[in-house]
Nanobody
Framework: QVQLVESGGGLVQPGGSLRLSCAAS????????MGWFRQAPGKERDFVAGIWWTGDITYYADPVRGRFTISRDKAKNTVYLQMNSLKPEDTAVYYC??????????????????WGQGTRVAVAS
């Protein structure tokens, strides 16, 4: 099992930036990829961005492509989500997740084994 702890959420004005961090511990050697998901009030959890460990290949959901960047620091076992040009519709609880399987879709939450507790992001003026 991998333990995940997110941080970096907060309140930001539209057009602003935030960087979320997700620190992994435990059986991190069994991780093949990680992803960020978000859940807005009253809505389902949606995929935001993901990264495969092999080759650091990344994928993004359409609403965030070009504004958000997922990256990782192997030495620190940490994944980041840099969020720029934030919009009110980006307001949500953001969760990071880790998966021990390679292949399939990074955007499918069902294929992730471990989840963090979430960090809240609010975009408002």
């Amino acid at each position: 099992q991998v333990q995940l702890v997110e941080s970096g959420g907060g309140l930001v004005q539209p057009g602003g930036s935030l960087r979320l961090s997700c620190a992994a511990s435990g059986r991190t050697f069994s991780t093949y990829g990680m992803g960020w998901f978000r859940q807005a009030p009253g809505k389902e959890r949606d995929f935001v961005a993901g990264i495969w460990w092999t080759g650091d290949i990344t994928y993004y959901a359409d609403p965030v492509r070009g504004r958000f960047t997922i990256s990782r620091d192997k030495a620190k076992n940490t994944v980041y989500l840099q969020m720029n040009s934030l919009k009110p519709e980006d307001t949500a609880v953001y969760y990071c997740a880790a998966r021990s399987k390679y292949g399939g879709s990074l955007s499918s939450g069902a294929e992730y084994d471990s989840w963090g507790q979430g960090t809240r992001v609010a975009v408002a003026s």
